[in-house]
């Protein structure tokens, strides 16, 4: 939320996000979208994508985020 806040900007620009999860389990899913829902909204759903992975960047991660963001041209 604070780099989007920095560009002017809010999770309504968010245009694709793609969620990595640690030993994905299809029964996470459900709790996996309420948790998107509250953060980026219900009425703005950008595309998304779940990835189930063995392991993240450090021991101890279990949930790995990376989203694209498009400013519109008078924020660029």
């Known amino acids: 939320l ?4 920095a560009a002017g900007t809010d999770f309504s620009a968010v245009a694709r996000v ?7 389990d299809p ?5 996996i979208r309420d948790v998107r829902n509250r953060w980026i909204g219900e009425q703005h759903k950008p595309a998304s994508s779940l ?3 063995a392991s993240l960047f450090q021991p101890g991660v ?7 963001a498009v400013l519109p041209e008078e924020k660029a």
């Not at 029964?27 to 709790?31: A, D, E, S, T």
Request: aromatic fraction near 8%; avoid cysteine.
């Open 2 to 5: 604070a780099t989007l806040e």
């Open 18 to 24: 793609t969620i990595y999860v640690q030993d994905y």
């Open 27 to 31: 029964g996470q899913l459900p709790i």
């Open 51 to 53: 990835i189930g992975v």
């Open 62 to 68: 279990l949930v790995e985020i990376d989203a694209i």
